[in-house]
């Protein structure tokens, strides 16, 4: 099992990143999948999960502003965020799980990438 995120780096408050997340070796469309985050000194908080329906759901600091998607003929999820503030800022990882409860809860997640790194700074 592999999961490659990409797309991080720097942006200045209110600009937007895309965040990919590539997934290999298990049946992608029947997983849950979800982006966290984590800065420097804080836990890891879940940002948003898409069930294998295509059902969201978003941690309320980014409602409005970030869209979780997939596409499961390539096997990838995206995170698109927009309208980014300091508190963005973190690494990003994308995480996969076959049986998921609580959507934004990392320990229903059993596969996790290295992550990429966001930076939101002027």
């Known amino acids: 099992v592999q999961l490659v995120e990409s797309g991080g780096g720097q942006v200045q408050p209110g600009g937007s990143l895309r965040l990919s997340c590539a997934a290999s070796?298990?049946?992608?469309?029947?997983?849950?999948m979800a982006w966290f985050r984590q800065a420097p000194g804080k836990e890891r908080e879940g940002v948003a999960a898409m069930a294998t329906d295509g059902s969201t759901n978003y941690a309320d600091s980014v409602k409005g502003r970030f869209t979780v998607s997939r596409d499961n003929a390539k096997n990838t999820l995206y995170l698109q965020m927009n309208g980014m503030k300091s508190e963005d800022a973190g690494m990003y990882h994308c995480?996969?799980?076959?049986?998921?409860?609580?959507?934004?809860?990392?320990?229903?997640?059993?596969?996790w990438g290295q992550g990429t790194q966001v930076t939101v700074s002027s």
């Open positions: 995480a996969a799980g076959r049986f998921v409860a609580d959507h934004l809860s990392e320990v229903e997640y059993n596969y």
């Open positions: 070796g298990f049946t992608f469309r029947t997983y849950f």
